[in-house]
């Protein structure tokens, strides 16, 4: 038995040995990029979204452990939450974008401006910085539509809404598109290092789907999803969501083309297809990827030419739906597009895509989810903008001869960045089966 379990970690090592993955920086070094790509962003992003949407003055505030979703990617990295109450106030003058912090402390690149022994009131402050500006548009987060940009809670509103002069009051509006565009906006930094992060991920992803993390015949679906969360610990990363993990294979029982829920959970086995979701948090930034697997029966080198076919489909609407991205297109209108084009190819797609970055289901135009695929009201009205990472992911159903013509799910998702004119994957996508083991 010793034998055995020393052959097996042999093994693990030398498929993570194949498998070089980027280099994980230590938590200052995180924070020192972090507060770079910050400064970047306030500096950039800011006012470019201010002006695009004509708000002139930005409030955005919380209390500690109930923070706005935008707050939270406005602090320090230092900061892992708001503390007491935070308020930070953007005043757009024209020419340049004045940075506030009503708070008891400096906010990183939010000088503060409050000093309770004056004005023991902080509401009372906020609405003396506002009457001293005179904004025209008060813009603060609240939206039906998105939750990342209706951070501002109820009882705060009141607070603003009631330390206001009247004439303040009438100029408060929504700033959902300035929220939502801060959020998915992702700057030239970022997207120079987004790339490593995705192919990290996916490194991890890999080393999961090999020798390392199965022993066919004995390990489990839920042993693999639980590898993945050690092994992401391991390294001194997070994972945003539990690891998925689900088996389809020839003889399983079940409805063929039933897609209503995730294929049953089980031992893996010789002639199983695997499907993998898997994502990461680092640096700020979200991954979220679908890989998929075969498991080689005895004698054979190669996954059976049914599946090979199935994946280039899911390949090919892949392609179909990108080639639906431009500015201000809505979600809906991808989703359509992409879906008629899909039919016209005899292709029976499923596509449910969404925005990631700051968040993994981030703020954007949603297109598609699995269960409305004819369009989601509200967040799938939401136009493209250059500059933003998409998490393409979508399923083709297709028959394969070689299990009897069974239907099976291709499901992919690969996370890319949209600029404007084209859509990159951020790391190259997946377009051969993994192989296990591998050859």
């Known amino acids: 038995m010793r034998l055995v379990l020393l052959a097996l970690v042999l093994s693990a090592s030398a498929v993570q040995a194949q498998i070089s993955l980027p280099e994980v920086l230590p938590m200052r070094e995180r924070a020192e990029v972090q507060d770079r790509w910050l400064a970047d962003r306030l500096e950039t992003v800011v006012p470019a979204l201010m002006r695009r949407e004509g708000i002139d003055l930005w409030i955005v505030s919380a209390r500690e452990y109930d923070e706005d979703p935008v707050i939270e990617t406005m602090l320090p990295a230092t900061w892992l939450a708001a503390r007491r109450r935070t308020t930070l106030v953007f005043w757009d003058d024209g020419d340049t974008v004045e940075r506030l912090a009503v708070a008891r402390y400096d906010v990183g690149p939010f000088p503060r401006a409050w000093d309770p022994e004056t004005q023991p009131d902080q509401w009372a402050r906020v609405a003396e910085i506002v009457a001293e500006r005179d904004p025209q548009r008060i813009g603060v987060d609240r939206s039906e539509t998105f939750a990342t940009a209706d951070g501002l809670s109820s009882t705060e509103y009141e607070a ?63 042993d693999l999803s639980w590898w993945y969360r050690d092994r992401v610990r391991s390294l001194g990363l997070t994972a945003w969501f539990h690891p ?132 989601v009201p509200g967040r799938g009205d939401y136009p493209l903008f250059p500059n933003t990472a998409h998490s393409i992911e979508l399923n083709v159903a297709a028959s394969v001869p070689e299990w009897g013509d069974r239907v099976v799910r291709f499901m992919l998702e690969e996370d890319a960045v949209f600029d404007g004119e084209t859509v990159r994957y951020l790391d190259p996508r997946q377009e051969a089966l993994l192989l296990i083991p591998r050859p």
């Not at 991205?325 to 809505?330: D, I, K, L, N």
Request: proline share 5%; aromatic share 6%; glycine share 12%.
């Open 244 to 375: 998925s993990v689900s088996i389809q294979r020839a003889d399983a029982p079940g409805t063929d083309g039933d897609f209503s829920g995730r294929p049953d959970a089980g031992t893996i086995l010789p002639g199983d297809l695997l499907w993998v979701d898997f994502g990461i948090s680092y640096l700020g930034l979200q991954t979220d990827t679908q890989q998929m697997a075969y498991v080689l029966r005895p004698g054979e080198r190669e996954a059976p030419a049914g599946l090979v076919a199935g994946l280039a489909a899911a390949n090919r609407l892949q392609d179909l739906l990108t080639d639906q991205f431009a500015t201000g297109r809505t979600g809906n209108a991808i989703l359509a597009a992409a879906l008629d084009a899909a039919r016209a190819e005899g292709l029976a797609a499923t596509i449910y895509t969404h925005p990631i970055g700051f968040h993994g289901h981030g703020a954007g135009p949603t297109i598609g989810l699995w269960d409305q695929q004819g369009g």
């Open 160 to 222: 603003l809404w009631a330390a206001l002069p009247e004439t303040y009051r009438d100029r408060l509006v929504s700033a959902e598109r300035l929220a939502v565009g801060w959020l998915e906006t992702r700057t030239e930094a970022e997207l120079a290092t987004y790339p490593t992060i995705v192919r990290l991920a996916r490194g991890i992803l890999h080393e999961g789907l090999s020798g390392a993390a199965i022993t066919p015949g004995v390990t489990t679906t839920d």
